[in-house]
């Protein structure tokens, strides 16, 4: 990930969240790599979504986050899976 996009985010976040605070995390990941995505929140149950030609999965994560430091986290070990999207 860009450091740019890190510290630009990492702003965002301390401007927007009083911390620990529930967060709301989405991606999207090809077929096929939906269990990498489940593998990534093993104590959480993700809302997943099938994409209309099946071609993608998306998934809404709802935790209760106890720092800026710990999303930046999960969105660089997410970045780990090939071709996910995050939003």
Same mark, same amino acid.
């Given at each position: 990930?860009d450091?740019?996009?890190?510290?630009?985010?990492?702003?965002?976040?301390?401007?927007h969240?009083?911390?620990?605070?529930? +967060? =709301?995390?989405?991606? #999207?990941?090809?077929?096929?790599?939906?269990s %990498?995505?489940?593998?990534m929140?093993?104590?959480?149950?993700?809302?997943?979504?099938?994409?209309?030609?099946?071609? +993608? =999965?998306?998934?809404? #994560?709802?935790?209760?986050?106890?720092?800026? %430091?710990?999303?930046?986290?999960?969105?660089?070990?997410?970045?780990?899976?090939?071709?996910?999207?995050?939003?």
């Amino acid at each position: 990930m860009d450091e740019n996009w890190i510290i630009s985010f990492r702003e965002k976040l301390d401007n927007h969240y009083a911390w620990p605070a529930l +967060y =709301t995390f989405k991606f #999207i990941v090809p077929k096929g790599k939906e269990s %990498e995505m489940r593998r990534m929140f093993p104590m959480h149950t993700p809302k997943e979504r099938s994409s209309k030609n099946g071609n +993608y =999965t998306s998934f809404t #994560i709802e935790m209760m986050m106890p720092s800026t %430091e710990s999303v930046i986290e999960v969105y660089l070990k997410a970045s780990a899976i090939d071709g996910i999207i995050a939003l």
